[in-house]
T-cell receptor
Framework: ETGVTQTPRHLVMGMTNKKSLKCEQH?????MYWYKQSAKKPLELMFV???????ENNSVPSRFSPECPNSSHLFLHLHTLQPEDSALYLC????????????????FGAGSRLTVL | DAKTTQPPSMDCAEGRAANLPCNHS???????VYWYRQIHSQGPQYIIH???NNETNEMASLIITEDRKSSTLILPHATLRDTAVYYC???????????FGTGTRLTVIP
């Protein structure tokens, strides 16, 4: 257990379904992130939140919708996904954004493995 | 992020030291070097980071050259559980995140 909890760990959904991934951290961190990892590809940053405000959105399709209701929780709402969206979705947190002064270590959750049929 | 170069794969015998190199010749004076690893199908795990001096913790040692253009991660006594992809990352000052490249796939052999 790293301090960052992701649920569900596994999710299978059809292309017309609506589902959500949840991430929770009790580390007192101010920044939270969503990453996507497709098979045999490097991690791709999707969204960055700092103090509940989105600070980065890396050209992610609108079928992925993030929500950060407070500094401890982060959601990724999924709607009308495609089979190529099947991947491991990783949530991470850090004390502050990477660009802040000093070193900021990312703590990752175990990931949610999504399969879109 | 400052560009890093790592070998795509390495093998290490169980119980021996694993030395993983990383080149980061374009690093700036105030940029840290981070190492993470990812065991198959799990989230990446932080290992160690450093700025100028060598660092050691319970997981590994980090040796940074004096000119800071390269570094080596040392796992002193590799075990089978150390088999993973190891990422060397130098985030650019002001960037909001870490860029994970392709890393080095370390295989510890019994």
């Amino acid at each position: 257990e790293t301090g960052v909890t992701q649920t569900p760990r596994h999710l299978v959904m059809g292309m017309t379904n609506k589902k959500s991934l949840k991430c929770e951290q009790h580390l007192g961190h101010n920044a939270m992130y969503w990453y996507k990892q497709s098979a045999k590809k490097p991690l791709e940053l999707m969204f960055v939140y700092s103090l509940e405000e989105r600070v980065e959105n890396n050209s992610v399709p609108s079928r992925f919708s993030p929500e950060c209701p407070n500094s401890s929780h982060l959601f990724l709402h999924l709607h009308t996904l495609q089979p190529e969206d099947s991947a491991l979705y990783l949530c991470a947190s850090s004390q502050d954004l990477q660009g802040a002064s000093g070193a900021n270590v990312l703590t990752f959750g175990a990931g949610s493995r999504l399969t879109v049929l | 992020d400052a560009k890093t170069t790592q070998p795509p794969s390495m093998d290490c015998a169980e119980g021996r030291a694993a030395n993983l190199p990383c080149n980061h010749s374009t690093i700036s004076g105030n940029e840290y070097v981070y190492w993470y690893r990812q065991i198959h199908s799990q989230g990446p795990q932080y290992i160690i980071h450093g700025l100028k001096n060598n660092e050691t913790n319970e997981m590994a040692s980090l040796i940074i050259t004096e000119d800071r253009k390269s570094s080596t991660l040392i796992l002193p006594h590799a075990t089978l559980r150390d088999t993973a992809v190891y990422y060397c990352i130098v985030p650019k000052t002001g960037a909001n995140n870490l860029f994970f490249g392709t890393g080095t796939r370390l295989t510890v052999i019994p």
